[in-house]
């Protein structure tokens, strides 16, 4: 299974991407890890690091070879999660040129629909952790010794990009930049907008059930998309 998950930035589409991405057994691949790894290779790492240095966002020509060498890795045989690419409308062309090159193709964009309000007052509690960058929520998602990872003892703290201004200024590039990939991605049949003002395991339970007439052998029949056994099974978590 192929998918892209749309969002506004810090509405929750990377814990979706993740808690999908381990039910599914799919690696969710962020913009923000597959940059950070990019910026230690050797024969990407310079360029990518002089260009973050700077504050620049890193091209989109060069984004794409970065998502091209992840995407090529063993693990995304089975299919991956995209979460942070693409995040215009010259990248999702990009991206599709890139899937037909390999002889692949979408399956579904996952759009997390979350209001600027709501997005500002959730992230007024979000805590990261800065060992592991593992999140948190003191809600809906708390550590269980606080302010400690539970992955890794690491603190939590705030991050400068959870205030309130850097927020709003955020959702208005999200806005202008990346919401024109809702039309587009809804011309093509793949859109599946989903409710992100709930609780984090009601989200997950929506996105499962719009992703469930996906399930099944992915080499079907022109056509066929029937039940497979394996979409009775999935209903268990
Ligand atoms: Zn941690």
Same mark, same amino acid.
């Given at each position: ?7 506004? =930035?810090?509405?929750?589409? /990377? ?23 990019? +910026? ?27 998502? !091209? ?20 409308? +010259? ?5 599709? *040129? ?9 399956? /579904? ?5 979350? !209001? ?9 509690? *979000? ?16 550590? !269980?010794? =606080? ?24 959702? *208005? ?22 409710? /992100? ?8 339970? +929506? ?9 099944? =052998?992915?080499? +079907? ?5 029937? =039940? ?10």
């Amino acid at each position: 299974m192929r998918l892209v998950f749309l969002g506004p =930035p810090g509405g929750g589409k /990377g814990t979706q991407a993740e808690i999908l991405a381990e039910k599914r057994q799919l690696p969710a691949i962020s913009t923000g890890q597959i940059l950070r790894e990019a +910026a230690q290779s050797e024969i990407l790492g310079p360029v990518v690091r002089r260009t973050i240095d700077e504050g620049n966002l890193v091209p989109d020509n060069l984004m794409i070879r970065i998502v !091209e060498d992840r995407l090529r890795r063993p693990d995304c045989r089975r299919g991956f999660i995209l979460d942070g690419f693409p995040r215009t409308v +010259a990248q999702a062309d990009e991206l599709g *040129r890139l899937l037909d090159r390999m002889g692949l193709k979408l399956d /579904g964009v996952i759009l997390l629909k979350v !209001e600027e309000e709501q997005l500002v007052k959730r992230l007024a509690e *979000r805590r990261v952790c800065s060992r592991c960058g593992a999140t948190y929520h003191l809600t809906s998602r708390p550590p !269980e010794r =606080p302010g400690l990872c539970d992955r890794c003892g690491g603190a939590l703290k705030q991050r400068d990009d959870d205030r309130e201004e850097v927020v709003r200024e955020r959702f *208005r590039t999200y806005r202008e930049k990346t919401l024109p990939l809702v039309d587009y991605y809804a011309a093509r049949g793949l859109l599946h907008p989903i409710d /992100g003002d709930q609780p984090i395991d009601q989200v997950a339970r +929506a996105i499962e059930e719009a992703l469930a007439h996906l399930d099944g =052998p992915s080499q +079907a029949p022109d056509g066929h998309q029937g =039940p497979s056994p394996r979409e009775a099974a999935a209903g268990q978590g």
